[in-house]
């Protein structure tokens, strides 16, 4: 079975940075993405970044561009999110996904971790 494993979450000021970690296992995986996605208290789910086989194929939502990066260790099966210049709209569980394309809605990915609390105070 494939297990979806992500960390770093916590409680960060205003401005200030956190790395965000997943890694998968349980399968070998090629040619697949990975992505971030949010869901903030009483929201709906939403895309965040995502990365693809080719460390040169990713995508931002446009509310993080400028301020998150999405970067792969492939051989890990790994991805991490830096995030900088945090506010407290970025406040939510985050969540790996795993498919089959860096798609931006939800359904188009199999494998889910089980999110990681990013606390964002003023």
């Known amino acids: 079975q494939v297990q979806v494993v992500e960390s770093g979450g916590g409680l960060v000021q205003a401005g200030g940075s956190l790395r965000l970690s997943c890694t998968a296992s349980?399968?070998?995986?090629?040619?697949?993405?990975m992505a971030w996605f949010r869901q903030a208290l009483g929201k709906e789910r939403e895309f965040v970044a995502a990365?693809?086989?080719?460390?040169?194929?990713?995508r931002y939502a446009d509310s993080v561009k400028g301020r998150f990066t999405i970067s792969r260790a492939y051989a890990q099966n790994t991805v991490y999110l830096r995030m900088d210049s945090l506010k407290p709209e970025d406040t939510a569980v985050y969540y790996c996904?795993?498919?089959?394309?860096?798609?931006?809605?939800?359904?188009?990915?199999?494998?889910w971790g089980q999110g990681t609390q990013v606390t964002v105070s003023l």
């Open positions: 349980g399968r070998t995986f090629s040619n697949y993405g």
């Open positions: 990365a693809g086989w080719s460390g040169d194929v990713t």
């Open positions: 996904a795993v498919g089959n394309s860096i798609a931006v809605v939800v359904g188009a990915y199999d494998y």
